[in-house]
């Protein structure tokens, strides 16, 4: 006899809604110069990219994105969570 199962989780699970912006975050964490730059041009910070890296992000995330006003990465983080 073949049992199923159902293996729904007990609380919602939250997918990545976008890649780019966990490499630009990636990016952020392990290179103060290009998070400060993000925090203070986030226009700037992906369009220039990140050493041989380049950002594929619409231009309705990067409006979103240039919104965003932040003193840290924590809370950066946090607002674009918030998408």
Same mark, same amino acid.
């Given at each position: 006899?073949?049992?199923?199962?159902?293996?729904?989780?007990?609380?919602?699970?939250?997918?990545?809604?976008?890649?780019? &912006?966990?490499?630009?975050?990636?990016?952020?964490?392990? *290179?103060?110069?290009?998070?400060? =730059?993000?925090?203070?041009?986030? @226009? !700037?910070? &992906?369009?220039?990219?990140?050493?041989?890296?380049?950002? *594929?992000?619409?231009?309705?995330? =990067?409006?979103?994105?240039?919104? @965003? !006003?932040?003193?840290?990465?924590?809370?950066?983080?946090?607002?674009?969570?918030?998408?």
């Amino acid at each position: 006899m073949l049992r199923t199962f159902n293996f729904t989780p007990a609380f919602p699970v939250r997918k990545t809604k976008n890649t780019e &912006i966990s490499r630009i975050l990636s990016a952020a964490v392990i *290179n103060e110069s290009f998070c400060q =730059l993000l925090l203070d041009s986030p @226009i !700037h910070a &992906i369009e220039s990219g990140f050493h041989d890296e380049y950002f *594929n992000v619409n231009a309705q995330e =990067l409006a979103k994105i240039e919104a @965003i !006003h932040a003193s840290n990465l924590v809370d950066f983080a946090t607002k674009v969570s918030n998408f």
